[in-house]
């Protein structure tokens, strides 16, 4: 199965600034997810990510908080802008992987704070 | 609306008593059903899941769980918990259209008593 490398597992972030998460994964996709898992709560997904295109935001995400990019078939960012200590939560992504019959995969996770 | 839906966000069992975790979804969620467990301060780990064939679907850890088609669940077992059990365990669904990317309910967490 599919692995994928997030970056950073954890960090602590000064209010106004940004965050950058990377995933990079060891095989092509079409789509990437991003989730967000506040404290003590499920996962969210934040937006989709397809490479060449704009990501698609669920409800309540903004590009302007959080802009991704997919520059290619197996890497994507998301960026939490503009931090507050609201913000802080886990953020992970997430792939199917093809062939694997509805196998999906996620990242370790990052795990922001936000002070 | 696709929904999945845990009933009971707190589970508490005794070390090597049967451990029963519930999940319903809605009729509108493709018939793909996953179970994931969260150690604390961990990422998800994959326990089963259902995709086709067999109902009862067995996973790792000694879990296990039966898709009910006419029950809309997709409740997760195991017959004698262990106290390494303790966890927080998610059900998903996959999400139907062209997204494809997984709902899930809002958790149960497992505590296991000695």
């Known amino acids: 199965s599919a692995v994928i490398s997030q970056k950073p597992s954890r960090d602590i972030c000064q209010r106004g600034t940004s965050l950058t998460i990377q995933c990079q994964v060891d095989?092509?996709?079409?789509?990437m997810f991003w989730y967000r898992q506040q404290p003590g709560q499920s996962l969210t997904l934040i937006a989709t990510a397809n490479q060449g295109s704009e990501a698609t935001y669920e409800s309540g995400f903004v590009i302007d908080k959080f802009p991704i990019s997919r520059p290619n078939l197996t890497f994507s960012t998301l960026t939490v802008s503009n931090l507050s200590p609201e913000d802080s939560s886990i953020y992970l992504c997430?792939?199917?992987?093809?062939?694997?019959?509805?196998?999906?995969?996620f990242g370790s996770g990052t795990r922001l704070t936000v002070v | 609306a696709q929904s999945v839906t845990q009933l009971g966000s707190h589970v508490s069992v005794s070390e090597g008593a049967l451990v029963l975790l519930r999940c319903n979804y809605s009729s509108s969620v493709p018939p793909y059903l996953f179970w994931y467990v969260q150690y604390p301060n961990q990422g998800l780990q994959l326990l089963l899941k259902?995709?086709?064939?067999?109902?009862l679907v067995k996973g790792i850890n000694g879990f296990e769980a039966e898709f009910k088609k006419s029950e809309t669940s997709f409740h997760l077992t195991k017959p004698s918990a262990h106290m390494s059990d303790a966890a927080e365990y998610f059900c998903a669904g996959v999400r139907g259209g062209s997204q494809g990317n997984l709902i899930f309910g809002k958790g149960t967490k497992l505590s296991v008593k000695p």
């Open positions: 997430s792939v199917e992987i093809p062939g694997q019959g509805r196998g999906y995969t």
């Open positions: 095989s092509q996709v079409t789509m």
């Open positions: 259902y995709t086709t064939g067999a109902t």
